[in-house]
């Protein structure tokens, strides 16, 4: 347990922080009014949809530079490192400029009242700058975990998050000599973030410590390593895409049940995503401490470091939803001006996501810790897929906008996602076979060792 929370305690504490900062600037942001709210949190559903699924190189990458130090393979390290960022640098380059061109346009897919949409574009914008280098700051900090420093990405990210704040903070405001840019500062604080903390991390990888050496790709490494980073990082992608194009299409529908309804619902999200990150960090163990057995072929070892995961998974889950459900009373004080119909709303559904945290939480650790780790890519688009497009989507646009449960319908629908999807990971979970797995990848650190040593 010790091992788990080396690793676990240090990616949820970023990763709480990372959304404490979200909250924050929600806050800041909140003191604008209900249409502010909900721009920014209707932008945040769409442009997460892009940085997640690029950031599933960064897991990827996390669960091959665990196999390769588990085989005590460095020179795979390097290469490995080496050919993701040169990939993720053109995927992240390309995808920017037509988002920014096509803001308005995606933003107007969502059904928002014109003026959150007015409010949303130019937040949308600047805030897409911040795509490439928030995809360099994930593969760093999956390599460093997977090498043994999970504490650094958590240092790098509180010094980035009170740097992001003070910014965010003066830039909406206009405090001092900088300019008052209203809800465009909170985004131009998310870029000025993002690019120094890829800098700061990029060093403590290639600076001093010497964890892993800088190499152009070769077009062997290429060959050899490109394959099974896009067979991991493929299904990763997908069901990070799948999952955050179903927050924007949730986000849409409570956007038709009205803004209120839609300001009140990013409220939930982002209390909800503070106290399930706490969680986080296990899904991270899973994909280092299962990926490094199956790098020295210990099928045995895999299957145990499972089963501890899981259990710290439902001790999170079940604290972690008590104070979720608790944080429905600080709401009316953190958000004084969005109008008590706003609070009424985020109460009800704190109280109705915080009974399915537990799920969510098991979801979180199986489809995409151990799934992953073990090379199940279509368990992992089947429990999406159908979690969200075949339950949960069409419940909540049923309910939401056809029946008299409105607003609470779709927060309904989103619970009862959760629960399928849970039971279709659990299947796939049991029909992994280990022993094959270990093998197979002791037979890969052989190609890779012959490979570094040609």
Excluded: C
């Excluded at 091959?64 to 380059?93: E, F, H, M, P, Y």
């Excluded at 009242?113 to 911040?130: E, F, I, K």
């Amino acid at each position: 347990m010790r091992e788990i929370a080396s690793i676990a305690v240090p990616v949820s504490l970023e990763m709480v922080i990372q959304l404490l900062l979200t909250f924050i600037n929600q806050v800041i942001v909140g003191a604008l009014g209900a249409v502010a709210v909900a721009a920014v949190g209707l932008t945040g559903s769409l442009s997460f949809l892009f940085f997640v699924t690029l950031g599933a190189l960064g897991s990827g990458t996390s669960i091959l530079i665990a196999r390769r130090a588990g085989a005590g393979d460095r020179a795979g390290v390097n290469q490995t490192l080496s050919v993701t960022l040169a990939v993720s640098v053109v995927l992240a380059g390309v995808l920017t400029v037509p988002i920014i061109l096509n803001a308005e346009g995606l933003l107007q897919l969502a059904g928002g009242a014109a003026d959150v949409t007015r409010t949303a574009v130019p937040y949308m914008q600047v805030g897409m700058l911040a795509l490439v280098p928030g995809v360099l700051g994930w593969i760093f900090s999956g390599a460093l975990r997977s090498l043994g420093h999970a504490r650094t990405p958590l240092v790098v990210t509180i010094f980035t998050v009170v740097i992001e704040s003070l910014a965010a903070y003066g830039l909406v405001f206009g405090v001092g000599p900088l300019p008052q840019l209203g809800v465009v500062g909170a985004a131009w604080a998310l870029v000025i973030a993002n690019v120094l903390k890829a800098a700061l991390l990029a060093y403590q990888v290639y600076g001093p410590r010497h964890l892993a050496a800088l190499q152009f790709p070769t077009r062997a490494a290429l060959r050899a390593i490109a394959g099974p980073l896009i067979a991991l990082s493929a299904p990763l992608a997908f069901t990070e895409f799948a999952w955050s194009l179903g927050n924007f299409m949730y986000a849409a529908v409570f956007a038709r049940v009205g803004t209120v309804a839609l300001a009140a619902s990013q409220i939930v999200a982002t209390l909800e995503g503070i106290f399930i990150v706490g969680s986080f960090g296990l899904m991270s163990s899973a994909t280092v401490f299962i990926g490094r057995s199956l790098g020295r072929g210990d099928a045995a070892g895999a299957q145990l470091w499972l089963a501890r995961i899981a259990r710290a998974g439902l001790v999170t889950g079940l604290g972690f939803g008590a104070l979720f459900a608790l944080s429905a009373l600080i709401v009316p004080g953190l958000f004084p001006k969005v109008g008590a119909a706003v609070h009424h709303i985020a109460l009800i559904g704190i109280l109705i996501n915080a009974s399915t945290q537990i799920f969510k939480v098991r979801n979180m650790i199986v489809g995409g810790g151990i799934l992953p780790s073990a090379g199940d890519g279509k368990g992992i688009i089947i429990g999406d897929v159908v979690g969200a497009f075949v339950i949960g989507l069409p419940l909540a646009i049923w309910l939401g906008l056809y029946t008299p449960l409105g607003v609470w319908g779709v927060f309904i629908a989103r619970g009862l996602e959760e629960v399928v999807k849970s039971g279709i990971f659990e299947w796939r979970r049991r029909r992994v076979n280990w022993e094959r797995l270990a093998q197979e990848q002791r037979g890969k650190g052989e190609d890779t060792d012959r490979l570094a040593a040609h």
